[in-house]
Each structure stands twice: as structure tokens, then as C-alpha cells.
């Protein structure tokens, strides 16, 4: 390939780096930043070896890409140490980093005028138009001022200082409620930037739940939600929905005996939550990646407040050595994925079958099935547990736990609920919900 101001760069990156491994952690830019792919490839061998705290000298980088199969690609083994050699001082990393990337944003730009030509001959209304564009021209901005990064303490304090203020005027959120009273009591709402876990074994009311704070915020409060199901159909939803909030059998629906006042009360309810800002997804095969890009144009599009997926172990896991590595990299993406879109993320998970042969059988953080890293991402686990669900001859029929295990910013509690599984909901036990038609 013929040498461009834009490779001899990149280049020049990649050889400080091969020289001084430290300037990986001053130099921040993406294998999407450089216009050349062998480089792009390179770099990411030695963003790879640095993170797993290999040194990436030209050896172990040949060593990586082989294992991947880009060896040759990139131009074998002695193009690397060509690269080694092509800065006298490693010094000038940063200099050539920050070539590298006003050229990528400069193509990006480029990229972006010829997309607006593109967008401007579309069938796309011409408010439609103007968002499509804002959002991307956001991309390139945001890329050439981050505000990630650390902050001084003075900038902290003021921060902080705002936040108190916004709190006591009543503008900052509180967090998103769940509508269960005395359950909101002890966690506070699901906060922007934190994942809540929902977790039981099967049967135990986890999807219940999901389903029901997902109705609540969006058909009560009327704020934006995006209810993900990998494992019901559209149909099921609905029926769980309209049970939960009509009071009215969930065996109804799938035998069709429906009463003239049951249909009445549909026919209400419809005619009422219509345009209620919900939106369900139950396609059957997720990754990582489309929930998340789906969840990001739902925010830029319609400013989503909250995500609920049902559930975790039915999302189409990332490549990884094995299943628990996998399970680790969702649960990472899904906290990360909260934070850049900065709303609550509920999540509902299987437990593993450590509840069953305990006495008892009183579900713990420990039974998370398959990965630590579940416990350790989420702000909040609430583990659902029935204790009639195990034991038919319990006095508590008709009750469920919420064990509140992890809280974050609150305390540790377990919340007594009704458990109306026939109208597919829970209800506080003094009828205090904000949920639903009838309470």
C-alpha cells in the first residue's frame, strides 16, 4: 500500500507503543481511528496483550495476531519490527495519537456530509431527517470531547453540590418505582446507571415482576419503557398485563372464557393505554449488541427511561472460553450499557439449584447461577422466593419474599408480598400499590 501523512501516523503510534507499552495507557484511541486495517489489527493485539498485563513487544504481538490468524494479514513478523524502528523516541507517541485522531475524525466528518445527502433523498420526514443527523454529528463530537476520564476534586465538589440542590428543589430523579410500596420503601426506585437483578428459580414470580414494574412505569407513570421478552410471545404479555392490572384470571385468557364484564374491561383499558409509551420486543434470539443497539435508538428516539430484559441466561452469549466468561461479559455490557444511556436497567435471572437442597430452600447471592459477576455489577438483587412454591403443605400460600440482597445505596431487607399468581402480579400485603386499575 502507498505511504499516506495518515499510515506513516498511525504508524508512528504503533511503533512508540511497541517501545513504550505505558503509552497504551495515555493514548486513547480505537482500531476504528486508523484508516489502514493492518494498523487498526495491530493495535488491537496490543491494546489485547496490555490489558491482560502482557508486555506487547514485537514478538508477543506476532504471537496474538497468529493466534487469530491476521499474521499475514498485517504483513508477518518482520513488518512489526519494521514498526519498532520507525521512531528514534518513543516520546512522540502522543504527538502522532493525536494526528491519528483528527484524521479519523475528519473522515468521519466526510462521512458524515456524504450520509446527509443520503438522508435528504430518503422517504424520512424532514423531522425525522433533522434527528438522524443530529445524533450522528453527537457521535463525532462526543468522540472529540469526551467528558469521560478522571476529574478534579473541585469539579467533584461542584458536582456533588448541584446534585443536593437538585434534590432538595425536587428536580433530581429519585429513581424509577417499581409501584410496589412497601418494596420501593427499601430500594428507592431503580436509579439511572444501575442494573437491577430480578433472580429466582423457575416458577418463582421473576418474570412476574419484570413484566409488572415494566406496565407500571410505562401505562401509570407514562414514562418511555422497553420490555424485552426472550422467552414469552407477544400474546402471553399482553394476557400477564391486562391479569395483572384488570384483576382478572389469568386462565381466562388461554381458555378464551372471557365474561362480558371482563370484556368490558378490556375494551376500557384499551381504549385508555393505547398510546402508553411501552414497547415490547419478543424476539426469541438476542446478543449483547442488538439489545443494545436497539435500546440506544429507543433513548435518542423516544428518551427511554427503562429497560427490563426477561431474562439474562436466554440472551445469545458473547464468544468466550467458557459459559461463566460469557455470562461475566454480559453482565458487564449490561451495567455499561445503563451507564452510557444513563437509565435503570432491570434484569430477571435464573437461580441455580442451590435453593432446592438446602433446608429451607431460601434462595442467596451465591445461588446466581453461573457467574460471580452478576453480584458485583448490579446495584440491586432482589431474589424472588415462595416458600409454597417448594412446600405444597406451607401456611404461607399465597406469599412471596422479595429478599432485597444487594442494595447499593440502601439497606438489606426482605419484603412480604401477596402473591396473586393467578392475576400474574404481587401486591403489597396492606393493598397500598400504585399498579393497576383496581388499586
Not at 520507525?86 to 466528518?109: D, F, K, N, Q
Not at 478522571?150 to 446534585?163: L, N
Not at 378464551?256 to 383499558?269: P, T, Y
Not at 439489545?291 to 429497560?307: C, D, E, P, T
Amino acid at each position: 500500500m502507498p505511504v499516506t501523512a495518515d499510515s506513516l501516523a498511525e504508524e508512528s503510534v504503533l511503533g512508540a507503543c511497541l517501545l513504550d507499552p505505558s503509552l497504551l495507557d495515555e493514548i486513547a484511541l480505537a482500531p476504528g481511528d486508523f484508516s489502514d486495517a493492518r494498523n487498526a489489527q495491530v493495535w488491537e493485539a496490543l491494546q489485547n496483550l496490555h490489558g491482560e498485563g502482557v508486555r506487547p513487544d514485537a514478538t508477543a504481538v506476532a504471537v496474538r495476531l497468529a493466534g487469530w490468524g491476521k499474521l499475514g494479514f498485517v504483513g508477518g513478523g518482520p513488518r512489526l519490527h519494521d514498526l519498532a524502528e520507525i521512531v528514534p523516541v518513543a516520546a512522540s507517541g502522543p504527538y502522532y495519537a493525536s494526528l491519528v485522531a483528527e484524521s479519523s475524525r475528519r473522515r468521519a466528518v466526510a462521512a458524515f456530509a456524504d450520509s446527509a445527502g443520503a438522508v435528504s433523498r430518503s422517504s424520512l420526514t424532514s423531522a425525522e431527517m433533522i434527528e438522524r443527523l443530529r445524533h450522528r454529528l453527537e457521535v463525532i463530537e462526543g468522540s472529540a470531547e469526551s467528558e469521560d476520564g478522571p476529574k478534579p476534586w473541585a469539579q467533584v465538589i461542584e458536582r456533588g453540590m448541584e446534585a443536593i440542590d437538585r434534590a432538595a428543589s425536587g428536580e433530581e430523579d429519585r429513581g424509577v418505582p417499581t409501584g410496589l410500596v412497601d418494596l420501593d420503601k427499601v430500594v428507592g426506585g431503580f436509579k439511572p446507571g444501575d442494573v437491577t437483578l430480578v433472580a429466582g428459580r423457575p416458577g418463582s414470580g421473576k418474570s412476574v415482576l419484570a413484566a409488572q414494574t415494566a406496565a407500571h412505569v410505562a401505562l401509570d407513570l407514562e414514562l418511555p419503557v422497553l420490555f424485552m421478552s426472550l422467552e414469552m410471545r407477544i400474546p402471553e404479555i399482553y394476557n400477564r398485563i391486562a391479569a395483572s392490572r384488570l384483576g382478572i384470571n389469568l386462565g381466562n385468557f388461554t381458555s378464551g372464557v372471557i365474561s362480558d364484564n371482563e370484556a368490558s374491561k378490556l375494551a376500557r383499558q384499551a381504549g385508555m393505554s393505547s398510546d402508553s409509551p411501552l414497547w415490547v420486543d419478543d424476539t426469541p434470539s438476542h446478543t449483547l449488541a442488538s439489545i443494545g443497539a436497539i435500546a440506544r435508538r429507543f433513548k435518542r428516539q423516544h428518551g427511554l427511561r427503562l429497560l427490563v430484559l426477561d431474562y439474562l441466561q436466554l440472551i445469545e452469549p458473547p464468544k468466550a472460553e467458557n459459559r461463566q466468561v460469557a455470562v461475566s461479559m454480559l453482565s458487564r455490557g449490561l451495567k455499561l450499557l445503563a451507564a452510557q444511556l444513563e437509565i435503570p436497567v432491570m434484569v430477571a435471572a435464573q437461580l441455580n439449584r442451590g435453593p432446592e437442597n438446602r433446608g429451607g430452600k431460601v434462595p442467596t447471592l451465591a445461588d446466581l447461577r453461573e457467574s460471580g459477576s452478576l453480584e458485583q455489577d448490579a446495584s440491586v438483587v432482589i431474589l424472588v422466593h415462595r416458600e409454597a412454591a417448594s412446600d405444597p403443605k406451607s401456611v404461607r400460600q399465597g406469599e412471596a419474599d422479595l429478599i432485597v440482597a444487594k442494595n447499593r445505596n440502601g439497606a438489606q431487607a426482605t419484603v412480604c408480598v401477596a402473591a396473586q399468581l393467578h392475576y400474574a402480579r404481587f401486591a403489597s400485603m396492606a393493598g397500598r400499590d400504585q399498579t393497576g386499575d383496581l388499586r
